[in-house]
């Protein structure tokens, strides 16, 4: 008789009553999991209060590791091991204080039966609100029913009745009604123009350029071919490695025409000689040719975009990727020749780049760029992170953030507003420049592409890049990243909770406008756009297309 080695097959545990249990995803980088572990525990105490005072209880999935210190699930391994113990139908919290790899958690997300209950704490210290939305916005792809929540200190009573719907019911209701569908657009200049680009990307095609997928375990951030080829879309699929040779291949001489030319535009930088904690010459020339090889190897392909990856693998070879990534959405820039010396590269021109090979704002910049360019306008984007935000003045003015790579063009006096800081050690172990500053002024529509329902769709709205006192600007700077480019945004007739309960993304991508009017009118044009391409399209808010 034949004897197999049959696997036994244990009984899955079950819950006690009112007990939610509670898992913690993190970084992938240690030093980000220490030094962020702190906040964390304030989090989580705050979270056991709230359900102590509905009479529940909170146990913890997985306990702190008295070897690293924290309690954070660091690895896609760990994720499943832990949610092996995790009874499969007992209501789950996911308490996010920092930056979250969402793979981490992802398996065991994808086949728990309980109710599903993100949450985070709305400071700014550490990026829990932009772990939180890009959790959210995973769970939105996967189809997987969830509810969210979010806290500044635990004291206002929303949050207490959200916990206690929660426990309840399964689910916590918000308020949607600043999201409308898009209305039949009218016959005007705009609507054509977006319609005449979308058909003629569906019939010519693009190239999105990819240096590697999946940055920082961001699964909303990967979309599939089949969904961007019906767009008219396809993906170059690069190896940063590539990118990595490349850059070994570019002369001194041509990234100091890169330093030269910044210098002389008024960008200065703060440099020191120490490599493991000060911004160096040498590491703002490996900065240089990450630029030239990039818009090099997007000439070798003839990309329409490319994203870098970065923060995974080329984070421990080379210097960070934002201040080339900002110059390469930035109309005016440094020229770079082709290998041969015979043409400059997109000679005057934004080069479209998403940021973290984030590919629903790959997909956005895409159009925001053919929209913006066909009616002259300044097409440089910026992708931010919603990353946290207060009351000023009488009204909510968010803080959107994103790690250095901001075009020129959307700071308040361009180059000469910006400043090359030293990207953090405990994300950046090789140093970089940020491109530093305050972003103007002005008029600006934001939108992101996302995944719902098997679905490519995209929510657009209209907001206000604003000007706060300078203690102000330095409060909130210090508060989260100063070393990091910051605008200050008012959305129009978004509140806080609203957009929070709506966002589909740790990620938004903004553009300006010269004026509230043109603003309206390039907003209609890429409504017309992403509807051309088949997509639905959300406006959220107080847009001129659904007053």
């Not at 207060?390 to 000469?416: C, K, N, Q, T």
């Not at 203690?471 to 957009?499: C, Y």
């Not at 589909?504 to 010269?514: R, T």
């Amino acid at each position: 008789m034949t004897t197999y080695d049959v696997p036994t097959i244990p009984e899955p545990p079950t819950a006690p009553p009112q007990t939610v249990y509670l898992v913690a995803s993190g970084d992938l980088r240690e030093s980000a999991n220490v030094a962020g572990w702190p906040t964390q525990v304030g989090l989580e105490r705050l979270l056991g209060d709230a359900f102590a005072g509905h009479g529940w209880k909170v146990v913890r999935a997985h306990e702190v590791d008295p070897v690293t210190g924290h309690g954070f699930i660091s690895s896609q391994r760990m994720g499943l091991e832990v949610f092996r113990d995790v009874p499969p139908d007992a209501p789950l919290v996911v308490a996010e204080a920092v930056w979250q790899y969402s793979h981490h958690v992802l398996a065991g997300l994808r086949t728990h039966r309980g109710p599903i209950l993100t949450a985070a704490n709305f400071v700014g210290d550490w990026p829990g609100l932009v772990g939180l939305l890009g959790l959210n916005a995973g769970l939105t792809k996967m189809g997987r029913e969830f509810s969210t929540v979010w806290t500044v200190d635990g004291s206002d009573p929303w949050f207490h009745d959200a916990i206690g719907e929660w426990v309840t019911t399964g689910r916590i209701t918000h308020d949607g009604s600043h999201v409308h569908p898009l209305p039949p657009l009218p016959a005007t200049a705009e609507t054509e123009l977006g319609r005449a680009l979308g058909t003629q990307l569906l019939h010519d095609k693009a190239i999105a350029g990819v240096f590697d997928e999946g940055c920082m375990g961001m699964y909303n951030a990967i979309f599939d071919d089949e969904l961007l080829n019906g767009i008219g879309i396809y993906k170059e699929r690069l190896s940063q490695s590539a990118l990595w040779a490349e850059m070994q291949h570019v002369a001194d001489a041509d990234a100091d025409a890169v330093h030269a030319w910044l210098t002389d535009a008024g960008m200065t930088f703060r440099l020191g000689t120490d490599e493991a904690t000060e911004l160096t010459r040498t590491q703002l020339q490996w900065q240089y040719k990450m630029y030239v090889a990039a818009l090099r190897i997007a000439d070798d392909f003839g990309l329409d975009a490319v994203g870098i990856q970065y923060q995974q693998g080329l984070k421990d070879l080379s210097p960070a990727s934002d201040l080339a990534e900002g110059l390469l959405n930035n109309v005016q820039r440094p020229p770079v020749r082709s290998r041969d010396g015979g043409r400059v590269l997109w000679e005057g021109q934004a080069f479209p780049h998403f940021n973290e090979a984030d590919e629903g704002v790959a997909v956005d910049a895409l159009v925001t760029n053919r929209v913006w360019r066909a009616m002259g306008l300044d097409p440089a984007t910026t992708l931010h992170d919603v990353r946290w935000g207060e009351e000023f003045d009488g009204r909510f003015v968010w803080v959107f953030e994103i790690s250095g790579s901001v075009p020129a063009s959307h700071l308040e006096g361009g180059y000469a507003g910006a400043e090359g800081w030293r990207q953090d050690p405990v994300f950046f172990p090789a140093g970089g420049a940020t491109i530093n500053g305050v972003s103007r002024p002005g008029e600006i529509v934001w939108s992101r592409v996302y995944i719902a329902d098997g679905l490519l769709q995209v929510d657009l709205g209209r907001g206000s890049a604003v000007r706060l006192p300078d203690e102000e600007t330095r409060r909130r700077k210090q508060a989260t990243n100063p070393e990091w480019p910051i605008m200050h945004a008012v959305l129009h007739g978004v509140s806080r909770d609203q957009f929070m309960a709506r966002h589909k993304a740790n990620h938004l991508n903004v553009a300006y406008a010269p004026d509230g009017e043109t603003a309206d009118r390039a907003l209609e044009a890429k409504a017309a756009f992403f509807d051309a391409l088949g997509m639905p399209v959300h406006l959220c808010g107080d847009t001129s297309l659904s007053r």
